[in-house]
Nanobody
């Protein structure tokens, strides 16, 4: 599975961005799609995941501000980010885990190239 992420950029605190990730494969065969992020000096962390039927899980730090969604027909997963904070600044990665579940604490083996999100104060 190849993943192509886009939509990052520079935004002021309180602003919004929407990330997109297009998969090369039929997304009906990929149970879990997710977004992860990595800030300089930090480990990569899970932001949000969504299963093929649309159920979701979020990191506590983004609950109520970020929304993950997917359009299986368009082979695309989205991350809508609102009320952005400087601490959201990171490289955001799309991830695919075809056999994963919402409750399995792991990332899938397929990664996109990352898209940079920078939030200025």
């Amino acid at each position: 599975v190849q993943l192509q992420a886009s939509g990052g950029g520079l935004v002021q605190a309180g602003g919004s961005l929407k990330l997109s990730c297009v998969a090369s494969e039929n997304m009906w065969r990929i149970n879990i799609m997710g977004w992860y992020r990595q800030a300089p000096g930090n480990q990569r962390e899970r932001v949000a995941i969504i299963n093929v039927t649309g159920h979701t899980r979020y990191a506590d730090s983004v609950k109520g501000r970020f929304t993950i969604s997917r359009d299986n027909a368009k082979k695309t997963v989205y991350l809508e980010m609102n009320s952005l904070k400087p601490e959201d600044t990171a490289l955001y990665y799309c991830n695919a885990d075809p056999s994963g579940t919402l409750w399995l604490n792991r990332a899938g083996q397929y990664w996109g190239q990352g898209t940079q999100v920078t939030v200025s104060s």
